[in-house]
């Protein structure tokens, strides 16, 4: 059995175990890129090692140990509160409210699934309170989340862009950032109106949503998702992490609630906002290293408010760490046994670049409807490069629409996100009837959305 082949049927075992065990797969691609490397190809371990992405590595424990510190020290809390308020009595924007700061937590450097988390619980209650259709509500926090995780510096931008700067291919993050941004705003409005959401137009309601606002953040937001503690089992962050109300994560503080509960931000929290700011316009304006900067401000805040960095080592996504290094270190160790060249000649070979995209595309879509997003990135994208580099069709539109269709399915219920949304519906909705409605949605993005995503993305050839 040729090397090429044997690589491919270990990637495939690896993706089965991850997903039906309870194992993180990037330990399962240490094992494998180990075992493939020094037994079939012969590799010293130092040459193993040199495919650790060691820039990655810093930028993920930069940017989420600075978001745990913004949560810790109620940041997060005072955005979503400040959010709320600006709805007014309006009911119509309560679900857009959700998906702004959703994006926009994510876009900062949270992972999807921890943005999920935090908001999920806030926008469920919100859809009980004032009767928005809960499927609406759960659909927007999630893909709200997504619209903003290809940013240049959240965690899917940073990984796919890492990748495609090692290549020949041309490169453009803030293409790719609008394109999965556009997408899923578009979603948004589809559920939106489909949904009920131009009957919420005519609904109003005064204080009822600032009250219930701080009712809920009296009940520290960054408590809640403290619990929270990321797998490798095909996805993030298993839903049974997120404490319900009356309940308290590992890592919860007395201060949380004080923070929260008050009207006006601390100084804490407007140094952390200055330095999210400041994050932004140094690592995309400057291009400095977003790694460097991300763990500068995280330890400048660290010394502004001591209490709050207690616990935010803990909170750092160590789990996505290891799932992310470990394989992109198996797929340096598949470029030496020649699998990426075998796979992207056999799909050159199809005659069809379009069709060979599209079906790109559905792999991902299928396979991260059950696994890890980012490690669906992670092996597809350079398994495409050679392919891409043909020229014969954009990498770029295809990169974007790859990302989308890998990302957009993570409303299933069987991924982390959809799973939080389903663990977090309101008391007064049949949970079985609600699985079905997730998986019903859920269903028609992995059919529809790969395929929409080609025809916008790829198929014109804009990009």
Known sequence: MSAPVLSIIILAVMFLLATVLPLNMGALAFVGAFLLGSVVLGMSTSDILANFPGGLFLTIV???????????????????????????????????????????????????????????????????????????????????AQAGGFSPIAVYGVTVNGIIAKTDLEASPMAIFLASFIFNLAIAVVLFIVLGGSKLLFTK????????????????????????????????????????????????????????????????????????????????????????????????????????????????????VLLICGMLTFVGVLEEAGTIKFVS????????????????????????????????????????????????????????????????VDVSPFSTNGALVLANAPEDVDKDRFYKQILAYSGIVVIAGPAIAWLVMVLPGWM
């Not at 745990?68 to 509160?81: E, K, S």
């Not at 007014?88 to 700061?101: C, D, E, Y």
């Not at 994560?249 to 008050?262: H, K, L, N, V």
């Not at 960095?309 to 160590?318: V, Y």
């Open 62 to 144: 930069g940017v989420t140990y600075l978001f745990a510190i913004a949560q810790n020290n109620g940041t997060i809390d005072l955005l979503v509160r400040g959010a709320v308020r600006l709805v007014g009595n309006k009911v119509a924007l309560i679900p857009w409210v959700m998906f702004a700061i959703t994006a926009l937590i994510t876009a900062v450097g949270a992972l999807s699934p921890a943005a999920v988390a935090i908001i999920a619980p806030i926008a469920l209650s919100f859809a009980a309170k004032h009767r928005i259709n809960p499927l609406m509500m759960g659909m927007m926090v999630i893909h709200g």
């Open 205 to 320: 309601t005064g204080r009822l949503v600032e009250q219930a606002a701080e009712s809920r953040m009296a009940v520290s937001v960054g408590a809640r998702a403290a619990g929270v503690t990321l797998q490798g089992s095909g996805s993030d962050i298993p839903s049974s992490g997120v404490a319900r109300k009356g309940t308290s994560g590992s890592t919860s503080s007395a201060p949380d609630s004080a923070q929260t509960s008050g009207a006006r931000a601390t100084v804490p929290q407007l140094v952390t906002i200055a330095g999210l700011i400041a994050l932004a316009v140094i690592s995309l304006g400057f291009k400095v290293d977003v790694g460097f900067v991300s763990i500068t401000i995280a330890l400048v805040l660290a010394l502004v408010s001591p209490a709050a960095q207690k616990g935010a080592i803990n909170k750092i996504s160590w789990s996505t």
């Open 345 to 408: 000649d056999s799909v050159a070979h199809l005659g069809m670049p379009l069709l060979a995209a599209l079906l790109i595309c559905y792999i991902g879509a299928v396979v991260s409807a059950f696994a890890s997003s980012t490690a669906i990135l992670a092996a597809l994208i350079p398994l495409a490069v050679p392919f891409l580099s043909t020229g014969e069709i954009g990498a770029v539109g295809v990169i974007a629409a790859l990302a989308v269709a890998a990302t957009i």
